[in-house]
């Protein structure tokens, strides 16, 4: 099973400040990976697959790199509304599909 | 629009049976892999199923195997998962999600509680 590591575990940041949250495997995933931003009582939202491509919609101040074993979301210039858990997964080898621990971004 | 909505959970006893409806609209059910994934209290997201297209492959977390399954009828454009033998630690909320990579859609969940 693949295991995925996210940091920091929660990041204070201030509303327009620059965001970088960070995923790493313990084996290579390729670009097999993809971010998901989670508000409480709503649904997950998929915002990066293939390690890098913005899904149609989400914001500009959103982008990923990485590929192999290290990863990263930024999100440019913060908004009141991104406020949320961020979780990377794996789709390169599965089952199963491994999700991080998740990240949280607070003020 | 594409849509997948839960339905079936509730409160249970430890030992206890459920199982969880997904109806999906929008899309083409029949061409897509389905998946349930789950949050518990105070945790992060947990896969727990797939299935493929024809239900000929199924595929289960170590946590749930044996105790799960998850089966489908596209001719209504639904996913289930039969939960049995359900324990406190199955406690969460359970999303149904499409699709064999990233999870593009995903409903809005339905809660499970194993209880006494």
């Known amino acids: 099973e693949i295991v995925m590591t996210q940091s920091p575990a929660t990041l204070s940041v201030s509303l327009g400040e620059r965001a970088t949250l960070s995923c790493r495997a313990s084996?290579?995933?390729?670009?097999?990976l993809a971010w998901y931003q989670h508000k409480p009582g709503q649904a997950p939202r998929l915002l990066i697959y293939?390690?890098?491509t913005t899904v149609t919609g989400i914001p500009a101040r959103f982008s990923a790199s990485g590929s192999g074993t290290d990863f990263t979301l930024t999100i440019s210039s913060l908004q009141s509304e991104d406020l949320a858990i961020y979780y990377c997964q794996q789709y390169n080898n599965w089952p199963p599909y491994t999700f991080g621990q998740g990240s949280k971004l607070e003020i | 629009e594409v849509q997948l909505v839960e339905s079936g959970g509730g409160l249970v006893k430890p030992g206890g049976s459920l199982r969880l409806s997904c109806t999906a609209s929008g899309f083409s059910f029949s061409l897509y892999s389905m998946n349930w994934v789950r949050q518990a209290p105070g945790k992060g997201l947990e896969w727990v199923s797939a299935?493929?297209?024809?239900?000929?492959?199924?595929y289960y977390a170590d946590s749930v195997k044996g105790r799960f399954t998850i089966s489908r009828d596209n001719a209504n454009n639904s996913v289930y998962l039969q939960m049995d033998s359900l324990r406190a630690e199955d406690t969460a909320v359970y999303y149904c999600?499409?699709?064999?990579?990233?999870?593009?859609?995903w409903g809005q969940g339905s809660l499970v509680t194993v209880s006494s």
């Open positions: 084996q290579s995933v390729n670009t097999n």
């Open positions: 299935i493929r297209t024809d239900s000929k492959y199924v």
């Open positions: 293939g390690a890098s």
């Open positions: 999600t499409r699709d064999r990579t990233a999870f593009r859609y």
